[in-house]
């Protein structure tokens, strides 16, 4: 892709306006764990890496629990959609000037990505710097197109400024537990003949295993990986901090970064 932070994001607006169907899956440093098969647990009161404990936690709704003795399946899966390639498959997993946590895997990243510069993009493609604009072009652009939603089971959709026409949902420390959605929504996507659908995933790193086996499947969907940029209209917390920004005007430095 072109490299720039506001570049690529239009590349995609784009793209799903003219209805040219892609992907988009984003790695960050939880992914990168998995990938290089350390353990990670995130509690509400700690977080756990590989073999160093951290003071601080995440919300409930965060909680994860992957263990690479038992959980082999996930990191396989997680590393098959990272390496994949295809027609308008992009992959968010690092910047030139990258001042987040997946700055300092981005060598490794690299490394076992073999796909060339094409289709490498950043995950922060619609949060921080870029968020304002995901609220102001890509959610009014959802409005166009039949939505799917793979979300959080606690998610509500009364207050959605666009219709979803079939949702799929997840519970706690989905990207172990709910593997079973990637023959389910599989199913649905060949049983229906699904075609022109906008895919949004909201489902942790299940969200890039099942976007590589979707698009796998059927390129005749776009399938996007939004994170928690919809948690205001979903009735979710927000606990990053550019949403706390953006939706509460607290002072945090992550609606301000941006990448290129």
């Not at 932070?5 to 939880?30: C, I, P, Q």
């Not at 009364?158 to 979803?164: A, I, K, S």
């Amino acid at each position: 892709m072109s490299k720039g932070y506001v570049e690529d994001f239009f590349l995609l607006l784009n793209k799903l306006k003219n209805k040219e169907h892609f992907a988009f899956t984003r790695y960050s440093d939880g992914e990168v764990f998995v990938m290089q098969n350390k353990k990670v647990i995130l509690e509400t009161d700690h977080v756990e890496v590989g073999d160093i404990r951290y003071n601080f936690g995440y919300s409930a709704d965060d909680y994860k629990e992957f263990l690479p003795e038992r959980d082999a399946h996930v990191k396989e899966g997680l590393f098959e959609s990272f390496v994949f390639e295809k027609k308008n498959y992009f992959v968010g997993a690092g910047c030139a000037n990258c001042t987040c946590a997946i700055g300092e895997f981005i060598p490794w990243l690299k490394e076992h990505y073999q796909n060339g510069e094409e289709h490498w993009t950043t995950p922060n493609l619609f949060v921080n710097a870029n968020y304002p604009l995901f609220v102001n072009h890509f959610v009014p652009e959802f409005k166009n197109h039949k939505v799917v939603m793979v979300c959080s089971e606690n998610a509500a959709f009364d207050n959605l400024p666009f219709e979803v026409v079939k949702d799929f949902r997840v519970g706690k420390n989905c990207i172990v537990n709910d593997h079973h959605l990637i023959e389910e929504i599989s199913d649905w996507v060949t049983q229906n003949n699904i075609e022109n659908h906008v895919f949004l995933f909201s489902a942790s790193s299940l969200s890039e295993i099942l976007i590589h086996k979707l698009f796998k499947l059927s390129a005749k969907n776009s399938y996007i990986d939004i994170g928690t940029t919809l948690h205001k209209w979903l009735d979710l917390s927000l606990e990053r901090d550019y949403l706390k920004a953006y939706w509460k005007g607290q002072p945090l430095g992550d609606i301000y970064k941006s990448c290129a």
